[in-house]
């Protein structure tokens, strides 16, 4: 089992940035990738960012591409995802997850990751 735990979150005005982090504990060895989803009320929850824990390529969804960096320390099992230029349609719950990916595509799909956080609650204020 692994369980990412998720923290950052908060209130910040358009324009500004926030930097979310997820720590994850348990057999995380088992896992390849990491990535963030972000659910905002009434909608799916949609792909955000993906990093694998080791080496590799890092995915954005094409919303957050250019404002967003994911980035990881292995020595703490911890992933980050620093946002900036923050927008009001950027408002959702962050999820964590963890999982062991697909080996032929991008790992941008839910049925990507096996563990997933409780979400941290980002607000961006016009």
């Known amino acids: 089992q692994v369980q990412p735990v998720e923290s950052g979150g908060g209130l910040v005005q358009a324009g500004g940035s926030l930097r979310l982090s997820c720590a994850a504990s348990?057999?995380?060895?088992?896992?390849?990738?990491m990535g963030w989803f972000r659910q905002a009320p009434g909608k799916e929850r949609e792909f955000v960012a993906a990093?694998?824990?080791?080496?590799?390529?890092?995915y954005y969804a094409d919303s957050v591409k250019g404002r967003c960096t994911i980035s990881r320390n292995n020595a703490e099992d911890t992933v980050y995802l620093q946002m900036n230029s923050l927008k009001p349609e950027d408002t959702a719950v962050y999820y964590c997850a963890a999982g062991t990916g697909p080996i032929d595509r991008a790992p941008t799909t839910r049925s990507d990751y096996n563990y997933w956080g409780r979400g941290t609650q980002v607000t961006v204020s016009s």
């Open positions: 990093i694998p824990w080791t080496g590799g390529a890092t």
């Open positions: 348990g057999r995380t060895f088992s896992t390849y990738f």
